[in-house]
């Protein structure tokens, strides 16, 4: 072997030039134990672990492994990578190691729901045997692992695993979703983090003397190091390792801002005692990337396996690479393989990246090695294959909800200027609906709209039509002006032989319609689409039939509602899917209540719930449970509705949920007194983002506003909340509420609406609604003599009809207080039980039914100590239980005593206590 000038080379000897021992970092270790110990009595957490490239993190966590080595906790790492990572790539991997298979992401609805999976399967693990899981080099993760360890964090705290995360500060630069990501990673209640600073004074000292044992270097080359490696180890190790090869003295010392090129150079010169072959090697294996396979390499470079043995051994002898698994080796530190690689020009690294998609795409595709293909396709620069894989690869990451990373895939895509326009046009309408399911209402009006411009230029009329549909519903939602003025512009501009794509538009614009209030504008639109259009696409008549059961609810025809929403059902059973079939359900429960079929309602919900069970549909299930508050709260069974509102998570990525939560939990809460599920969802309603849909939380929300003194807050709200409309129907809650709370000009609409509603053949709940609006009127006006006749009407119809929360506000008004107290004590209305109690003295005679002897002993303990003020965490641990055991203990105690929350029930105590006393 010669040197680059000829010179024979002697042979060289490798030693490696690397601190063995741990140096420093003590104080970082014990807290990593002190977590340990926490996360081993179920208390678990995530860590971060932060610092520069090369500063030791790696180090220290394999020093923390290392003291797991005899304990019973199981380790299970994974590794984000810079390009080719797959959604939740690292977490995926951690299961599969930790499992006895590899893990596989089940079907999901949403990202919460795709997110419960993988925390859920973690738990189970975790019960077995406690967890240390490793993710390493965060700052590369894909943006769905970014949000599952934000979404993880809050759910660590009580399992046995300690989560740990390293990433480099250096790469949080502002494009990075990182940046943003991990603040809110680390803000999690158990949420801790470890910032590694460089090695100092004496520890630095101590790491160059055990790096160098056995290895003489002058203590000016030495001094000389440690300035040009400012205290990173593995910038100072590698200085170390260059400076011991070439025995050199020179003089190493360069100002701080050169240090990575410097470092870059001496990286690169690594590589020196390589012959070309061997060389060859390693750079090829640096352009695929920190991780690679032996098999894949081989392939990339036409020849055996067998023969790149030889330059790997070299490689990991030289500590260059490592070997992680049989096949399977990674640089040693990923600024080894970015220096090899940036060592190339672009025009040779196209043919490298050509070379590798090739051999990626001989073998089976897997969710593993699309992502690599979409990468080195588009690196490569190869227009068609780069856009088919990066749209394959976005349309995976959207199936597991990962929308961030699928519109990264779809963006890459765009790149190229040859794409069919129908090509584009689709990827663009994705983006749309990528930033349409992460929020981006505004970006996703602009994808979709710019879709449908690329789909009328190619003449893909019904294409178009879909997505001028789409930006309408979107652009309504955003209160932009004419949101309809794109569709009614391309009915002008269709012909009679695009008949599905006027099917198409005429949908839309009815859909927008009926659920706007103008049913007869929805029927005249719904009218117009050809049958031809439904014979050929089964869809078109899902939608169809989806109408016109809303339109039939809307002006209250239950005959006709019937036989549009069996067709419905029978559509959505047609195209088999289970999403539009418990959609189906869900909204002819809502129409049933409507009809005051609330029997009917409750079954059609037992079957969207069966549905969703079956297809394992979580945001169906949550859709359920929304509805099903709203059916019990208006049947009075305020415990039902309690328990269903609560099992709507607060956190949900619907908007519709948000709503639903929003309107029935704030008149649940307000109905039974809790002040923990009014704030809960009052402050959902506060904080939201959306707008369309104040009408049905009007009416809770002015409630809560006015019990805590803003009267004007709530005036405004139900402003708001008052559409114009041709017939406002399903929202006597809000309507009634106008009538208490509103300005004048706003209750003469109300009771328009209201009069309007009421008209028909069928009673309809705003039918007695309008006389309470009356009574209401009246009393407001100080007229109560004249409010008792209408009230005693409403009473009978809402009697009738079976709302009997509102027959006891109706019975209230007519003047017979002891019905109504009554009726709500039945209900569990406790707000409007002591509230009736405390206006009229004479009627505290007449106890509350009491349910302390129905204590369970149990019960009695945990009341006794969360009156006294201690935690629910606290109660467990003084009783050996679990914080959801107390939960369930205190919701029974509450609904036995009839109180709502910590501070009535300390009162309730002490008041018996007093009586007992004084007895």
Not at 7 to 19: G, K
Not at 660 to 671: C, L, N, P, R
Request: aromatic content about 6%.
């Amino acid at each position: 072997m010669r040197t680059r000038r000829g010179e024979p080379l002697s042979c060289v000897i490798v030693r490696p030039v690397l601190c063995g021992p741990f140096v420093g970092r003590q104080e970082e270790l014990a807290y990593l134990r002190e977590r340990r110990q926490e996360a081993g009595s179920s208390h678990g957490g995530l860590v971060l672990v932060a610092g520069d490239a090369g500063v030791g993190k790696s180090r220290l966590i394999a020093e923390f492994c290392r003291s797991l080595g005899y304990s019973r906790w199981r380790v299970a790492t994974g590794q984000c990578l810079e390009f080719t990572s797959r959604p939740y790539g690292p977490i995926l991997d951690v299961l599969s190691r930790l499992g006895a298979k590899p893990f596989e992401l089940a079907r999901a609805t949403t990202k919460h729901e795709q997110f419960d999976a993988i925390v859920e399967r973690l738990a189970s693990l975790a019960a077995r045997r406690a967890l240390l899981v490793v993710i390493e080099d965060i700052h590369w993760a894909d943006a769905a692992t970014l949000d599952l360890l934000s979404y993880a964090g809050s759910k660590l705290q009580h399992m046995r695993v300690l989560l740990l995360a390293s990433f480099r500060v250096d790469d949080l630069h502002p494009n990075n979703p990182a940046t943003t990501a991990i603040p809110k990673i680390a803000r999690h209640g158990r949420g801790g983090r470890i910032d590694l600073a460089p090695l100092r004074g004496v520890e630095l000292q101590t790491f160059i003397n055990e790096a160098l044992s056995g290895f003489a270097l002058p203590d000016e080359t030495r001094r000389e190091i440690a300035l040009a490696g400012d205290g990173n180890p593995f910038f100072t190790e590698e200085l170390l390792r260059s400076a011991v090869e070439k025995n050199s003295t020179r003089s190493l010392a360069r100002r701080r801002h050169e240090l990575p090129e410097t470092l870059r150079n001496t990286l690169l010169e690594r590589l020196r005692p390589f012959d070309a072959e061997q060389r060859r090697v390693v750079m090829q294996a640096a352009v695929i990337g920190r991780t690679f396979a032996l098999d894949l390499l081989a392939t990339t470079l036409e020849t055996e396996a067998v023969r790149l043995l030889g330059p790997l051994r070299r490689a990991r002898d030289f500590q260059l690479i490592e070997e992680v698994s049989t096949g399977s080796f990674r640089f040693r530190h990923a600024l080894t393989r970015e220096a090899i690689y940036r060592d190339f020009l672009d025009v040779e690294l196209g043919p490298r990246h050509r070379a590798i998609a090739l051999a990626l795409e001989s073998v089976p595709l897997s969710e593993g090695s699309l992502e690599s293909l979409a990468y080195h396709w588009w690196a490569a620069r190869d227009g068609a294959r780069a856009a088919h894989y990066n749209e394959l690869a976005g349309d995976a990451a959207g199936r597991v909800h990962a929308h961030e990373d699928a519109i990264a895939f779809y963006e890459r895509a765009l790149e190229f200027a040859d794409l069919e326009p129908v090509v584009r046009g689709s990827i663009a309408e994705k983006i749309g609906g990528c930033r349409g399911s992460l929020g981006m209402a505004v970006e996703a009006h602009a994808c979709t709209c710019e879709a449908a411009d690329i789909f009328r230029r190619a003449g893909e009329f019904e294409r178009e039509a879909s997505c001028r549909v789409s930006a309408a519903i979107t652009a309504y939602n955003l209160h932009l002006s004419e949101p309809t003025a794109p569709l009614e512009d391309l009915l002008g501009r269709l012909e009679s032989r695009d008949y599905v794509a006027l099917a198409r538009v005429r949908l839309g614009l009815a859909w927008m319609a009926a659920s706007r209030g103008f049913p007869t504008e929805a029927q005249s639109h719904l009218e117009h689409v050809d049958p031809a259009a439904r014979a050929e696409r089964p869809d078109i008549t899902m939608r169809f039939h989806n109408v016109g059961a809303w339109i039939a609810m809307t002006v209250g025809d239950l005959d006709r509602f019937r036989i549009e929403h069996r067709a419905w059902v029978e559509a959505t059973e047609t195209m088999g899917s289970a999403v539009a079939l418990a959609s189906a359900y869900l909204n002819g429960a809502i129409c049933r209540l409507q009809f005051s079929l609330h029997d009917e309602a409750l079954a059609n919900i037992e079957d969207a719930r069966r549905v969703a069970r079956e297809s394992q549909n979580r945001h169906a299930e949550q859709s359920a449970h929304a509805i099903a508050a709203m059916c019990y709260l208006m049947a009075g069974n305020l415990a039902r509705a309690r328990a269903e509102i609560e099992a709507v998570p607060v956190s949900t990525e619907s908007q519709l949920h948000a709503a639903w939560g929003a309107a029935w939990g704030t008149v649940i809460g307000a109905y039974v007194g809790s002040e923990d599920l009014i704030d809960k969802w009052f402050g959902v309603f506060e904080g939201a983002t959306w707008t369309a849909t104040d009408t049905s939380c009007g009416g809770g929300v002015a409630e809560i506003m006015v019990r805590r003194g803003r009267s004007r807050d709530a005036a405004a709200v139900l402003h708001r909340s008052i559409p114009t409309c041709e017939v406002l129907r399903g929202e006597v809650i809000t309507l009634l509420a106008a009538a208490k709370y509103a300005a004048p000009a706003d209750r003469s609409r109300a009771r328009e609406h209201l009069a309007c509603a009421a008209e028909g053949p069928y009673e309809l709940v705003e039918r007695p609604a309008l006389a309470l609006f009356d009574a209401i009127a009246y009393a407001r006006d100080g007229k109560p003599e004249e409010a008792a006749a209408p009230a005693g009407r409403a009473a009978e119809g809402f009697r009738r009809l079976g709302y009997p929360l509102l027959e006891a506000a109706a019975l209230e008004l007519a003047g017979e207080t002891e019905a109504a107290l009554r009726l709500f004590e039945r209900c569990g209305a406790t707000h409007d039980v002591h509230r009736l109690r405390d206006e009229h003295p004479r009627k505290r005679l007449a106890p509350l039914p009491s349910g302390e002897q129905a204590l369970s002993p149990r019960e009695r303990e945990i009341s006794a100590l969360a009156a006294s003020g201690r935690s629910n965490f606290e109660i467990a641990r003084e009783f050996a239980i679990s914080h959801k055991t107390v939960e369930k203990h205190l919701a029974s105690a509450y609904q036995k005593l009839g109180v709502s929350s910590r501070l009535h029930l300390a009162a309730y105590l002490n008041a018996r206590h007093d009586l007992t006393e004084q007895s």
